[in-house]
């Protein structure tokens, strides 16, 4: 597979501030391109950041979480508005749903970081879990980038890695993220690129 067309829809949802949300949109393709993975990272078809509300009906009153299912839904639209736009034959659209709220998945307990949908090429990551005593938005960021880059990995066609440092290191807690790099391990990029690079 190649890659030089991948077109990454950032959805995000919540009380965001634009300035993380652009600095988060340049470093992700930053990152992307570092991995060899020549993608575009857009907010909307215009261009413009879009900040949506978080979806109504994802709030999940028992468990007092925001169920990703309906997460997903929400993404599946911003991708089908990005197909309107680039046309169905781009078949590399994916996006990336960034929330500020706690979400979760049915029949996962602990704290659930991201989710990808590999299927309906839709990855759902939350900062809320990436809040930190230092209060720093800059390591929310760093920790948002990576798990963007390991859940935007599985939908395209990554697995879990145990290779040290790799972004497709499965993350219990923040220190499991804070040990991974922005960056995809040598087997992971012969996966990506099947030795083409
Ligand atoms: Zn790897």
Same mark, same amino acid.
């Given at each position: 597979m190649t890659y030089s067309k991948v077109y990454i829809r950032i959805a995000a949802a919540g009380d965001f501030d =634009? =300035?993380?949300l652009l600095d988060f949109q340049k470093e992700l393709q930053n990152s992307m391109w570092d991995n060899g993975i020549k993608a575009t990272c857009i907010f909307s078809n215009?261009? %413009?950041?879009?900040? &949506?509300? +978080?979806?109504?009906?994802?709030?999940?009153?028992? /468990?007092g979480k925001y169920n990703t299912h309906?997460?997903?839904?929400?993404?599946?639209?911003? =991708?089908? *508005?990005? /197909?309107?736009?680039?046309?169905?034959?781009?078949?590399? /659209?994916?996006?990336?749903?960034?929330? &500020?709220?706690? +979400?979760?998945?049915?029949?996962?307990?602990?704290t659930l970081f991201g989710e990808a949908d590999v299927g309906e090429n839709v990855a759902i990551i939350s900062t809320a879990p990436l809040e930190n005593h230092f209060k720093s938005s800059f390591l929310i960021k760093e920790r948002a980038l990576k798990e963007a880059m390991h859940e935007?990995?599985?939908?395209?066609?990554? &697995?879990?890695?145990?290779?040290?440092?790799?972004? %497709?290191? /499965?993350?219990? *807690?923040?220190? &499991?993220? *804070?040990?991974?790099?922005?960056?995809?391990?040598?087997?992971?990029?012969?996966?990506?690129f099947q030795g083409h690079r």
């Open positions: =634009r =300035r993380f215009s261009g %413009m950041v879009e900040v &949506d509300h +978080i979806p109504s009906n994802a709030y999940t009153p028992h /468990i309906s997460l997903f839904s929400y993404g599946q639209k911003k =991708r089908e *508005d990005s /197909i309107k736009k680039l046309g169905s034959a781009n078949a590399l /659209i994916k996006v990336l749903v960034i929330v &500020d709220v706690e +979400i979760f998945k049915q029949g996962f307990t602990g935007l990995g599985h939908t395209l066609g990554l &697995d879990h890695c145990k290779n040290p440092g790799c972004a %497709m290191n /499965i993350s219990k *807690d923040t220190y &499991d993220i *804070d040990e991974k790099k922005k960056k995809y391990c040598i087997d992971c990029l012969n996966i990506l």
